[in-house]
């Protein structure tokens, strides 16, 4: 089990600040819960860009290559007609299959890579029977800290927390 430090702000921008401050306790920030996007706590939680984009393009490009490639061996090897003197391999009858699998390809890999990074579904989540969250989606801003290791530095942390401007501090096993 695993130690988690949830403090309770009634502003974002005491939040931010305290965030912006939380290593200098030895606290390491693990997640924020607010009620509306606070522009600045992606950047101090460390969430950069995706790389979703570049799995969905060479999912979709997988899926575009293999369905040229069915098509290009039912239609050239397994089973040719000569139709009307035409190339067996004519790419433009061809394109319009793959183009829509791929696509389709794109989204599911897309979906699978989400689900895998985010680690979704979870049915249950310790900190969801915490009565401190469920005002976060109201008008309370929460900041979820891992502590310092030792009690006297975990001590410490919870009253730097309460000058930051934490109304509350609670401390949460997960």
Partial sequence: MTKMLLAQFTQPETMVAAARKSDQFGCRLADAFTPFPVEEMPELLGADSTSLRVYMFFGGLIFVVAAYATESLSAVFLYPINSGGRPLNSWPTFVLFPFA??????????????????????????????????????????????????????????????????????????
């Fill in 101 to 174: 699998i791929g696509i389709f390809g794109a989204a599911l890999i897309g979906f699978i890579v989400l689900m895998i990074k985010t680690g979704l579904p979870r049915l249950h989540h310790p900190l969801f029977s915490v009565e401190l969250l469920e005002r976060a989606t109201q008008n309370h801003f929460i900041l979820a800290l891992e502590p310092p290791r030792g009690a006297a530095l975990e001590a410490r942390a919870k009253v730097w927390l309460r000058e930051a401007g934490a109304v509350e501090v609670t401390e949460v096993e997960i």
